[in-house]
């Protein structure tokens, strides 16, 4: 052996790889009951929550214990943990043989908290304590009950690695479309259900829709700024029809957006097909087209007066006016609305889709721009006990968007230009989720680790909730569709055997551990 070619580190991973990697199912010495007596009475825990715990202790065990026989195929997220202990190893400076928290433990335990609920650091750390026995079972390398850990502890050991190590454990785990994502069927409302070639008449399926877009955290700020106006970004690319986070990246600045999607797009880059961007107009830029361009990368982009876009815009406005449209055969010009009434408002939407050939090239930032769309809403106010008159009072409000896409100019872009555009708001809606659920604009961060493991981690929750609640969603014999909301999802979490079910099941369906299992 080359012994200049050899690390401990590579080998031992080979040694895991050349050997069933199923671990074996320790058992709880009796000795942790007192270790928990002690801990408890160390940490003035209330009398009754001891009761119930020790009334429980051997129920847990036994729950435990049947749960390994139920679900053999544990060891995937053992897999997981492994993984996470060779990332840390290359940051983490502590000696080996005094380490008592391990990396790969404590972030599994701040997986299970954040999809329960827990938002901070004391909050990870409580449920730690609420949930050792649990842990004792389902985590390899947990720590007898009398080390109980700190939020301090916590922070330090998960927020060593940098922003750009998480990526590659965040690519391998999270961010791809589980098989069970691809198959849902996805219902969304008057939007066009499919496309149909226009020569054979086949039924053709939409092109996947990419979202890119960037989220503040409110609460947060830059380490050695004094103005508390430098706020930390998530910025994350978006599957938009599966709900799922296919890259994350936290930067300082709302204009960096464009920067980094240039770096997450490289790095799923040909693992994905068939797929279509689409974002704000933030990011209708030079760069953006130009990079586009470079890859072959199909796109839907909304275009305002800004960034060099003015000309273009105002000759947008120019073109699109009845008189002017009027003018135009039948075949230079596809147009399709729908109406529906909503939320006391009645809306109509309507789509024109023409040619780029009516303007001038000089003005567009692409040459592979091929039609313009234009989307008008007009929404009118319903008040059901409003007289004729104080209704009539109510004005109509009209909003004007256009989008350049690079797709062929035919019926079949006007739908999928309908189809993106509708789901694009699905990554809007992700934020909103991230906001009030997981309670993200509250973490108070500075550092730049600090920020990048709250971000990623996060994002990580977030497709393992919305795997859970598409897994969970029921038909009732009606025929009505029933999606439980996150916070009923996290409810299903509470019990870390069952969090742990989901954990294998998220993991296994996996599309590269479906391939690997069929070659065994």
Known sequence: ???????????LMKLLDSTSRKPIVHKIPKSYKKQYQEVFKKLDIDEDYQEDFFINYDGVVASCESFFKRHPKYHVVRDF?????????????????????RPEVVLMVVLFAKANG??????????????????????PGMPEPKHM??????????????DEDMDDLFKAYFGEVRNFMKEVTHDYKDLPPCIFDEVTGDKVDFLSTFGFDGQEIRASSQEGKVSRKCKRHGVSLYACECNTVLAAMCVNKKNQELSSFFKMYSSIMGVFEDH???????????????????????????????YGLKPLFNKFNEFFTEENLNTLESHEILTQSHNSLEHGRYETVTYTLVSIKHFDKDLLPSQRIKCVLRRVKTSQRVVKTAT???????????EVHYYVLSLDFCNATLLQAIHSIGVHWNYEAHHNILDTVLLQDMQAVSTDNTASFI????????????YVRARTT??????????????????KMSNPLTAFKYFIDYFLDRPETESAQEQA
């Open 149 to 162: 850990i700190t939020s301090e502890t916590i922070r330090t050991i998960c927020t060593i690695v940098k």
């Open 81 to 101: 943990m492994d993984d996470v202990l060779v990332l840390w190893h290359k940051f983490d400076k502590r000696d080996e043989n005094l380490i008592i928290y």
């Open 1 to 11: 052996m080359d012994m200049e070619k050899f690390t401990p580190l590579e080998g």
């Open 474 to 491: 029921r038909t009732t014999p009606k025929g009505a569709v029933k999606v439980p909301s996150y916070k009923q999802v996290m409810a």
């Open 118 to 139: 827990c938002t901070d650091f004391e909050q990870y750390a409580d449920f730690w304590l609420r949930n050792n026995l649990y842990f004792q079972y389902l985590l």
């Open 455 to 466: 971000i990623k981690s996060n994002k990580m929750v977030f497709n393992l909730l919305t």
């Open 388 to 398: 004729k008159e104080e209704q009539a009072k109510l004005k109509p409000t009209t």
């Open 276 to 306: 279509l961007v689409i974002s704000d107009s933030l990011n209708a830029r030079k760069d953006f087209f130009d990079f586009c361009d470079f890859y072959g990368i199909d796109y839907c982009m909304p275009i305002k007066a800004a």
